[in-house]
């Protein structure tokens, strides 16, 4: 069976094993999880002109690699509606200091679409180490009663596990459209309802997840995806 881990691991050692202009190959990171990230990273990435998403000033707790699917069911109008997503969120806040770190999610979306698996054990001889799972990225019933599901980060049962506080119900503040193509989900700034994980969540550097096609009522699909993803307190 694919493994997460596969994937970021693979996604990493692509990345990092890149030949750099000093010559030498990087090295894999000795410590993945618990770098302090600068607020200048989300900053940077934030396209010009528009003031939809707003970066804080602060820096973010955590940086995760968001790795799932989007989840699409068709209207009676034949066209996709988004209806959820599934993803594990790996923290990368490591890596934010490496010049690789700005195309991880490009390297992990093509080897999740390819979900290699014959090369697992030598892709962690290669990192040395596995991964940290931060949580799971999901969605529930709206606690409200009423709308469409809304979108919850859970790191319950992963890096805080036995924290029962260790989640995020989100709403949507605002979002625009990624500056990679249409192809490519939107980026998101999310606002905490419930939860004490974070009281704000960024998507950005998204990677594939839309289904534009025609479709025929009732029909449904998952769009494999990728994603960065800011957590501020």
């Not at 014959?118 to 180490?129: E, K, V």
Request: some cysteine; hydrophobic content about 40%; overall charge neutral.
């Amino acid at each position: 069976m694919f493994s997460w881990s596969t994937l970021f691991l693979a996604a990493a050692t692509t990345a990092l094993a890149a030949p750099s202009a000093r010559g030498p190959s990087f090295q894999p990171p000795t410590q993945l999880t618990g770098c302090s990230v600068p607020a200048s990273v989300l900053q940077q990435l934030m396209p010009a002109n528009q003031t939809t998403l707003v970066a804080p000033s602060s820096a973010p707790n955590y940086v995760a690699l968001g790795v799932g699917v989007q989840n699409y069911t068709c209207s009676a109008t034949g066209t996709f509606t988004n209806i959820g997503a599934y993803a594990e969120l790996f923290d990368i806040s490591c890596l934010a200091s490496k010049p690789e770190f700005a195309n991880i999610q490009t390297n992990a979306y093509q080897m999740w679409s390819a979900s290699p698996q014959t090369t697992a054990q030598q892709l962690i001889d290669a990192m040395g180490t596995k991964p940290v799972v931060l949580g799971q990225h999901y969605f529930i019933a709206n606690p409200a009663g009423t709308g469409a599901n809304v979108p919850k980060f859970d790191f319950t049962s992963g890096r805080d596990a036995g924290d029962a506080n260790a989640f995020a119900v989100m709403s949507k503040v605002g979002d625009i459209a990624a500056p990679s193509g249409s192809s490519d989900v939107d980026w998101l700034m999310l606002k905490t309802t419930s939860g004490g994980l974070a009281s704000q969540i960024f998507r950005v550097a998204t990677v594939a997840g839309t289904d534009g096609a025609a479709c025929t009522s009732g029909q449904t699909a998952s769009m494999k995806y990728v994603a960065k993803y800011f957590f501020y307190q």
